[in-house]
């Protein structure tokens, strides 16, 4: 059994930070690429940006400049941080990590709710 969870989603103000953070737990000899995407209500989830085991990372055009991602591979933690945020970055946002366990896989998260408000 393997688990994305997150954490750190919640209320804030326009022109605020959050941190987003999401661990992954179970069964696993190796975390390959992570990222984090969100969803607009009635929209597809999006790919906000991803990172490598080697760290290299990569943004939605849209987003550089105001969000970051890392990673602890040691904690097998990603995480986001997102500054000065805009209300229309209200979304769901969802952890998604590819994972080796008896197979080469991708995990989701259950999704933690970001709400900024203007």
């Known amino acids: 059994q393997v688990h994305l969870v997150e954490s750190g989603g919640g209320l804030v103000q326009a022109g605020g930070s959050l941190r987003l953070s999401c661990v992954a737990s179970?069964?696993?000899?190796?975390?390959?690429?992570m990222a984090w995407y969100r969803q607009f209500p009635g929209k597809q989830r999006e790919r906000v940006a991803s990172?490598?085991?080697?760290?290299?990372?990569n943004y939605a055009d849209s987003l550089k400049g105001r969000f970051t991602i890392s990673r602890d591979n040691a904690k097998n933690t990603v995480y986001l941080q997102m500054n000065s945020l805009k209300p229309e970055d209200t979304a769901v946002y969802y952890c998604?990590?590819?994972?080796?366990?008896?197979?080469?896989?991708?995990?989701w998260g259950q999704g933690t709710q970001v709400t900024v408000s203007s």
């Open positions: 990172i490598t085991s080697a760290g290299s990372t």
């Open positions: 998604h990590a590819e994972l080796v366990t008896s197979y080469t896989g991708s995990w």
């Open positions: 179970g069964s696993f000899s190796r975390i390959n690429t």
